[in-house]
């Protein structure tokens, strides 16, 4: 049985009157992959923000590598082990990818005391920029301003950036959106490679891919999961068929 | 080469002012020491708005604080060192920045701003409205702080070399620190906070801790700004922690060009230049009455044209030159 990396337990958020995520449930282990699908609204990118803990639980709780982290800030949680990208590109687009890693990378190593060094020349996070960038394919256009990055480039940035802080969990935010084929392969690729030594929670809307690429797939309708199972009962599951796969009905 | 071109400009102003002296009179002195000092100023807000992305108006409330201070230190004729009257200085100004930041970095933006002059106005009429520092009318300090060696005072700070000399050396000791601190892991956290929050929070910074830092930082820089105006000029006065005073220091560093050290001290140099400038009857004459006409309209007319301030002038100008001789070609 491999390791439960991250485990969120009957996660609720509302908004007002508007119940975003409800009474969510789910583990990601080590070596997996773990798809969230679902349509617009279901409340995927939710599940994300209160995962990394960017906004709070209203109800449940969350655990990282066995920790109860529910109280826990983003930042913390972050140093804790969990990355996560978002769907709309957020990097620093002023900066080049290499600087743009480097600064993500600090984050493990802050010292911000020592005021009289330069962060630059730090071979630490310099080593784990480098890294993050050669992973994802990024390592010719270290020099390039991140902002002058194609569509395709500032995606495969923004998991740099998230490999930069060296997580052990890892949640992404439709990593896929608006990319090509090619990079859509490629991408496929880098997850196969990551789910290795991650946890990888993955929100996409590319429901080929999912199936092709997912240890377990979950499947949310208005907030909450009416399905979590290894990718062939999900396919098999009427309800999910009749929610979101839309070809419940065939004769 | 690139490099060498890059600081040139410093390393000639460096030599013109420590050559100044020689031929400067008084007057010329306390001119270019009264800019140091507004200098000083000018790069601590240029910490809080160029690095961080933190537009305060209310900076000058530091300023004041640290003159206030200094005044406090020096109230009987009994010297004080120098060093001491300093620290205690920036340490009122930075124990005022540090619940001011506290409470106004809970809201962004255009709300910040204006906490951050509410909470500049409460020093100013605290200053202005009580008995502290004997009121609207200001207060004179009892003695010059002392610079000494060995016992025995070395100079008497308020004259015009000894504090021309003064001004200057903190005015690079300031530079050097903030230049280092933007290339240090701090600094860098600082840009990366500018530009994407989010994404530095999402990193595992804890964002607000480092914008307090840099604010109190700020503050404690704009606190020795104002020690060494009170320590020159020998009086303090509430309209140092005034709207005003913000408001002009903010408009020296966008006119001088945000985001750059030298921008922020190009900026006050600007600032003094065209106020002595339309002041000058010589050459205006009667408009020279109304130099502030002049002078607003000089700054709009700055800031339309350079968007990236004066500092911003040489890139803008190689840029035209280059567009023309395409057109050219």
Same mark, same amino acid.
């Given at each position: 049985?491999?390791?439960?990396? /991250?485990?969120?337990?009957?996660?609720?958020?509302?908004?007002?009157?508007?119940?975003?995520?409800?009474?969510?449930?789910?583990?990601?282990?080590?070596?997996?992959?773990?798809?969230?699908?679902?349509?617009?609204?279901?409340?995927?990118?939710?599940?994300?923000?209160?995962?990394?803990?960017?906004?709070?639980?209203? +109800?449940?709780?969350?655990?990282?590598?066995?920790?109860?982290?529910?109280?826990?800030? @983003?930042?913390?949680?972050?140093?804790?082990?969990?990355?996560?990208?978002?769907?709309?590109?957020?990097?620093?687009?002023?900066?080049?990818?290499?600087?743009?890693?480097?600064?993500?990378? @600090?984050?493990?190593?802050?010292?911000?005391?020592?005021?009289?060094?330069?962060?630059?020349?730090?071979?630490?996070?310099?080593?784990?920029?480098?890294?993050?960038?050669?992973?994802?394919?990024?390592?010719?256009?270290? $020099?390039?301003?991140?902002?002058?990055?194609?569509?395709?480039?500032?995606?495969?940035?923004?998991?740099?950036?998230? /490999?930069?802080?060296?997580?052990?969990?890892?949640?992404?935010?439709?990593?896929?959106?608006?990319?090509?084929?090619?990079?859509?392969?490629?991408?496929?690729?880098?997850?196969?490679?990551?789910?290795?030594?991650?946890?990888?929670?993955?929100?996409?809307?590319?429901? $080929?891919?999912?199936?092709?690429?997912?240890?377990?797939?979950?499947?949310?309708?208005?907030?909450?999961?009416?399905?979590?199972?290894?990718?062939?009962?999900?396919? +098999?599951?009427?309800?999910?068929?009749?929610?979101?796969?839309?070809?419940?009905?065939?004769? | 080469?690139?490099? +060498?071109?890059?600081?040139?400009?410093?390393?000639?102003?460096?030599?013109?002012?420590?050559?100044?002296?020689?031929?400067?009179?008084?007057?010329?002195?306390?001119?270019?020491?009264?800019?140091?000092?507004?200098?000083?100023?000018?790069?601590?807000?240029?910490?809080?708005?160029?690095?961080?992305?933190?537009?305060?108006?209310?900076?000058?409330?530091?300023?004041?604080?640290?003159?206030?201070?200094?005044?406090?230190?020096?109230?009987?004729?009994?010297?004080?060192?120098? /060093? /001491?009257?300093?620290?205690?200085?920036?340490?009122?100004?930075?124990?005022? +920045?540090?619940?001011?930041?506290?409470?106004?970095?809970?809201?962004?933006?255009?709300?910040?701003?204006?906490?951050?002059?509410?909470?500049?106005?409460?020093?100013?009429?605290?200053?202005?409205?009580?008995?502290?520092? $004997?009121?609207?009318?200001?207060?004179?300090?009892?003695?010059?702080?002392?610079?000494?060696?060995?016992?025995?005072?070395?100079?008497?700070?308020?004259?015009?070399?000894?504090?021309?000399?003064?001004?200057?050396?903190?005015?690079?000791?300031?530079?050097?620190?903030?230049?280092?601190?933007?290339?240090?892991?701090?600094?860098?956290?600082?840009?990366?906070?500018?530009?994407?929050?989010?994404?530095?929070?999402?990193?595992?910074?804890?964002?607000?801790?480092?914008?307090?830092?840099?604010?109190?930082?700020?503050?404690?820089?704009?606190?020795?700004?104002?020690?060494?105006?009170?320590?020159?000029? #020998?009086?303090?006065?509430?309209?140092?922690?005034?709207?005003?005073?913000?408001?002009?220091?903010?408009?020296?560093?966008?006119?001088? #060009?945000?985001?750059?050290?030298?921008?922020?001290?190009?900026?006050?140099?600007?600032?003094?230049?065209?106020?002595?400038?339309?002041?000058?009857?010589?050459?205006?004459?009667?408009?020279?009455?109304?130099?502030?006409?002049?002078?607003?309209?000089?700054?709009?007319?700055?800031?339309?044209?350079?968007?990236?301030?004066?500092?911003?002038?040489? $890139?803008?100008?190689?840029?035209?030159?280059?567009?023309?001789?395409?057109?050219?070609?």
């Amino acid at each position: 049985m491999p390791r439960t990396l /991250l485990r969120a337990s009957g996660l609720t958020r509302r908004f007002g009157g508007v119940v975003a995520l409800d009474d969510v449930s789910l583990d990601l282990r080590e070596g997996e992959v773990h798809a969230v699908i679902g349509t617009n609204g279901a409340g995927k990118s939710t599940l994300i923000n209160v995962l990394s803990g960017e906004i709070s639980a209203s +109800a449940g709780s969350v655990e990282l590598l066995g920790y109860d982290v529910t109280r826990l800030s @983003q930042p913390s949680r972050a140093l804790a082990g969990l990355g996560r990208s978002y769907q709309r590109s957020t990097i620093f687009p002023e900066l080049t990818a290499m600087e743009n890693c480097r600064l993500a990378a @600090q984050a493990a190593l802050q010292r911000p005391w020592a005021f009289w060094s330069a962060a630059r020349a730090c071979a630490f996070t310099a080593a784990r920029a480098w890294r993050a960038l050669e992973r994802v394919g990024l390592r010719d256009e270290m $020099d390039v301003l991140a902002g002058q990055l194609s569509h395709g480039k500032k995606r495969q940035l923004e998991i740099a950036l998230c /490999l930069s802080t060296a997580p052990q969990v890892l949640l992404l935010d439709e990593p896929m959106a608006g990319m090509g084929a090619e990079e859509t392969e490629r991408m496929l690729s880098l997850l196969e490679e990551l789910k290795a030594d991650h946890a990888v929670l993955l929100v996409e809307h590319d429901v $080929d891919a999912v199936f092709r690429i997912a240890d377990r797939v979950t499947v949310m309708v208005d907030g909450a999961a009416i399905a979590s199972d290894v990718p062939e009962r999900v396919r +098999a599951n009427p309800e999910v068929q009749r929610a979101y796969l839309g070809h419940g009905q065939e004769p | 080469m690139r490099r +060498a071109l890059k600081i040139a400009p410093a390393i000639l102003s460096l030599v013109g002012f420590g050559i100044c002296p020689l031929f400067a009179d008084a007057y010329a002195l306390d001119l270019l020491s009264k800019t140091f000092v507004l200098a000083i100023f000018a790069l601590s807000l240029e910490l809080l708005v160029g690095q961080t992305g933190l537009v305060s108006l209310g900076h000058g409330a530091f300023m004041a604080l640290g003159a206030y201070a200094s005044a406090a230190m020096l109230r009987t004729s009994d010297p004080r060192s120098f /060093l /001491l009257v300093m620290i205690a200085a920036m340490a009122a100004a930075g124990a005022y +920045a540090l619940p001011v930041a506290a409470l106004s970095l809970r809201v962004r933006g255009m709300y910040f701003i204006m906490v951050t002059l509410a909470f500049a106005q409460l020093v100013y009429y605290v200053f202005h409205d009580t008995k502290i520092a $004997d009121g609207s009318d200001g207060t004179y300090l009892g003695a010059a702080p002392r610079i000494s060696l060995g016992g025995a005072p070395l100079f008497d700070v308020t004259r015009s070399l000894p504090f021309y000399v003064v001004s200057l050396t903190v005015l690079i000791a300031v530079w050097v620190f903030l230049a280092l601190l933007a290339r240090s892991r701090f600094g860098s956290a600082l840009a990366g906070i500018r530009i994407n929050e989010q994404r530095m929070r999402a990193a595992g910074f804890q964002t607000t801790s480092y914008k307090v830092a840099a604010f109190v930082l700020a503050g404690m820089i704009a606190g020795l700004a104002g020690f060494l105006k009170a320590s020159k000029d #020998g009086y303090v006065n509430p309209a140092l922690a005034s709207w005003h005073q913000s408001g002009a220091v903010l408009v020296m560093i966008v006119f001088g #060009g945000v985001g750059r050290l030298a921008g922020a001290v190009t900026g006050a140099f600007a600032f003094v230049f065209l106020e002595e400038l339309y002041k000058s009857e010589a050459l205006f004459g009667g408009a020279a009455k109304r130099w502030q006409l002049m002078f607003g309209l000089t700054i709009i007319a700055g800031v339309l044209l350079l968007p990236k301030g004066l500092v911003g002038l040489p $890139d803008r100008l190689r840029r035209l030159a280059r567009e023309r001789a395409k057109v050219h070609a």
